[in-house]
């Protein structure tokens, strides 16, 4: 009766606390600007089914992408055994399924125990390739403090969960062999889980019926106890992809990469200018929109698109090692530019909730964040887009602060200056008189 | 063998309407190497007698550098007039050898009302290889060698064009080599997002030095593109490895009019 308490207040406890910080991310992302993607579904859902379910993208690296399956698939899978372990711990039952189940519970468990090794070997792996092999888009300078022990944080905990996995399950292996586990008694001898059966005897096989019962709770408390911990522990770090993979996915850009959207602001505008019978001290018409700003400047300026983008990232480095301009050297990385985004909104979201809408705190995404350097080192090559397996766009935030140090502080480069100049006067890039174009016509 | 260039304006005063607009852009127009590839289409329209015209003086920058440098006034300006002009001659179809403009026209003039089908000059090539106007004789002056393909990020990445550049390659009596950063992977030459009109941030190298070591990598003898800014990237590249007797950088366009002998 106390440990279904108990289960039930843990239980709780962890679902509320990961719906109120759900909430708040939630929140931090309906700050942006909108941004129509409500077009298209069958198209999203498929985008949503290959790219994030089917991991599509990912395959453009196949080792790096086999490993990470691994754990995926374990993942998905122990989520079956997840609900065991709930119904279990609320009804006082053991291992509820298996005789309902039978057979395909031994086969599902059996699944699931191969896939947990197969999740170890990848994560250990992992840990070599962050830690030991020091690949280089894992370690680069953004990624110093916080991001990397974050990173191994999820490796250590994986780690955790798949020994409580195998301790739970190879502790009734012996105690079932014993006829003493708290599992009905089918028989068998055996519960006959594919590896839990020979790990079982081989480590647990000379220990007490009192210490076995207890390290099959450990196992079971322990399962559970890192799943809600790993749950909460969610938001606050990169590995929210687990689940934002998939409304990010669905909502992508369907358009051509190539495609940078329109400013109907400026549209207007331009429109105006062109109408010869404009009025031009005409007062806007009733109920207009109020003029935004151009472009970018902080967190809030962005779509609530680029900000589900910057929680959905989680920091693979794939965007930086492709983007010409980091490797070659410029301070401009794709993968900073998201988690700036992810910091900034954060850090905004808190104090709206702490000191109300207006609150300036005198910080902006633009300057205190990412530099006029990283920006301006872009081509907009479309690299970075490519390249993310879960259809984040970098680029896209990269032009709007362009657009915003352009046409609301008129910073740029200087021969950029000249450049738009050139446009407007004489219609090329170049200082050509347009009366020329068609001189290559007669040349040689 | 002079060439055929008829305007717009030109059509128009004889009362008839070309079948497609060809966009020289900028690059075409003024600089000096990219004037080149714009007379080897010509020479190919001619000699496939494709009812085409151009706008001469009254074509104006597309704005795709002052979109990407983040000016969204200067583009509009330049998309609402180059669409009164483009209206005003009633053009339905639209051939460039530049991907930026190509991008810009297809993708980005629509929703300021401007709605053409936009084609780039390979699929354009492409298309009369295959209808049979075009006929390469003896493969031009390619036999042994190998030729690369760069692909431009404003064709390939942007708007999924990979295969029309590399089929017309593959017609000629050369062979074709891969660079290891090539199709959705290709690396940018280091010139688009207006990054062509300005110095590069610092670094600790040139963005198409990094590229040319690639086209160096496949021992090519030529490295194709489909971009004047690519040809200019890639020019300075070659030539920042003192390159330029070993491997030469050619338009795909220039590559099939010196094969078709024109």
Same mark, same amino acid.
């Given at each position: 009766m106390v440990s279904i308490a108990a289960f039930a207040i843990i239980s709780l406890a962890g679902f509320g606390f990961f719906a109120w910080n759900m909430l708040k991310i939630r929140q931090n992302i309906r700050l942006g600007r909108d941004i129509d993607r409500s077009d298209?579904?069958?198209?999203?859902?498929? !985008?949503?089914?290959?790219? *994030? %379910?089917?991991?599509?993208?990912?395959? !453009?690296?196949?080792?790096? *992408? %086999?490993?990470?399956?691994?754990?995926?698939?374990?993942?998905?899978?122990?989520?079956?055994?997840?609900?065991?372990?709930?119904?279990?711990?609320?009804?006082?039952n053991h291992r509820v399924f298996r005789e309902a189940l039978g057979g395909f519970y031994t086969f599902m468990v059996s699944f699931i125990e191969i896939l947990s090794l197969l999740a170890l070997i990848a994560t250990v792996i992992f840990l070599a390739r962050r830690n030991l092999l020091k690949l280089p888009r894992l370690n680069m300078k953004e990624m110093n403090g916080w991001p990397k022990m974050d990173a191994n944080l999820i490796l250590f905990m994986e780690i955790v969960l798949v020994c409580c996995i195998f301790t739970m399950n190879g502790a009734d292996e012996v105690l079932y062999n014993r006829g003493i586990s708290h599992a009905a008694d089918l028989g068998e001898g055996s519960l006959g889980f594919s590896l839990s059966s020979y790990l079982g005897p081989f480590i647990f096989g000379d220990m007490n019926d009192g210490t076995l019962h207890t390290l099959e709770r450990i196992g079971w408390w322990g399962h559970i106890a890192m799943v809600f911990a790993f749950l909460n522990y969610l938001p606050y770090s990169k590995h929210l992809h687990i689940l934002f993979a998939f409304p990010n996915t669905y909502y992508s850009n369907l358009e051509a990469k190539g495609r940078l959207t329109n400013m109907e602001s400026v549209t207007t505008e331009v429109k105006l200018m062109m109408d010869p019978t404009a009025d031009p001290f005409a007062a806007p018409a009733e109920g207009a929109a109020e003029p935004q700003r151009f472009g970018a400047k902080d967190a809030t300026d962005l779509t609530w698109k680029n900000l589900l983008d910057s929680y959905s990232c989680t920091e693979c480095g794939r965007c930086?090692?492709?983007?010409?301009?980091?490797?070659?050297?410029?301070?401009?990385?794709?993968?900073?530019?998201?988690?700036?985004?992810?910091?900034?909104?954060?850090?905004?979201?808190?104090?709206?909730?702490?000191?109300g809408k207006d609150h300036d705190d005198g910080k902006s995404l633009l300057g205190d964040y990412i530099t006029q350097e990283e920006i301006w080192a872009c081509t907009s090559c479309n690299a970075c887009v490519q390249e993310c397996p879960v259809n984040i766009d970098p680029l896209s935030i990269i032009v709007d602060l362009r657009r915003y140090l352009v046409m609301e502080e008129s910073k740029m480069p200087t021969e950029l200056t000249g450049m738009l100049t050139n446009i407007e006067n004489n219609g090329a890039p170049w200082q050509f008189s347009p009366a020329d174009r068609l001189n290559w016509k007669d040349e040689a | 063998m002079s060439l055929h260039v008829p305007t717009m304006a030109e059509k128009m005063a004889a009362g008839e309407s070309p079948e497609i607009l060809f966009w020289v852009g900028c690059s075409g127009s003024f600089d000096d190497r990219a004037k080149k590839i714009t007379k080897a289409l010509v020479k190919i329209l001619n000699e496939c007698k494709v009812d085409f015209a151009v706008l001469g003086t009254e074509e104006n920058c597309s704005g795709d550098p002052a979109k990407r440098a983040g000016n969204e006034f200067?583009?509009?300006?330049?998309?609402?007039?180059?669409?009164?002009?483009?209206?005003?001659?009633?053009?339905?179809?639209?051939?460039?050898?530049?991907?930026?403009?190509?991008?810009?026209?297809?993708?980005?003039?629509?929703?300021?009302?401007?709605?053409?089908?936009?084609?780039?000059?390979?699929?354009?090539?492409q298309e009369l290889i295959n209808q049979g106007k075009l006929a390469l004789k003896g493969g031009g002056t390619f036999k042994g060698k190998k030729i690369t393909f760069h692909d431009p990020c404003y064709l390939g990445r942007a708007n999924d064009v990979y295969d029309a550049p590399r089929a017309l390659i593959e017609k000629l009596d050369a062979e074709m080599v891969e660079m290891k950063r090539c199709k959705t992977k290709g690396l940018c030459c280091g010139a688009g997002g207006a990054q062509m009109f300005k110095e590069a941030e610092k670094g600790n190298k040139e963005i198409n030095v990094e590229r040319t070591e690639d086209a160096l990598?496949?021992?090519?003898?030529?490295?194709?593109?489909?971009?004047?800014?690519?040809?200019?990237?890639?020019?300075?590249?070659?030539?920042?490895?003192?390159?330029?007797?070993?491997?030469?950088?050619?338009?795909?366009?220039?590559?099939?009019a010196n094969a078709a002998d024109l």
């Open positions: 298209n579904k069958g198209e999203r859902w498929k !985008t949503m089914t290959l790219v *994030a %379910l089917g991991q599509k993208k990912m395959f !453009t690296r196949p080792i790096p *992408a %086999l490993l990470h399956f691994a754990i995926y698939a374990a993942f998905v899978i122990t989520q079956i055994e997840l609900i065991e372990i709930v119904v279990d711990g609320l009804s006082g930086t090692s492709s983007c010409p301009a980091n490797v070659t050297g410029k301070l401009l990385s794709p993968r900073k530019i998201m988690m700036d985004t992810r910091d900034r909104i954060e850090e905004i979201g808190n104090n709206v909730r702490k000191h | 200067t583009f509009q300006m330049q998309a609402m007039m180059n669409i009164q002009v483009l209206d005003g001659y009633e053009v339905k179809k639209i051939v460039t050898a530049c991907p930026h403009c190509f991008n810009t026209l297809k993708n980005e003039y629509p929703e300021l009302g401007g709605n053409y089908e936009v084609i780039h000059h390979t699929q354009l090539i990598e496949t021992k090519a003898n030529v490295i194709a593109t489909g971009c004047p800014f690519c040809n200019t990237m890639m020019t300075d590249g070659v030539k920042n490895f003192n390159k330029e007797n070993e491997i030469e950088v050619l338009d795909v366009a220039e590559l099939i």
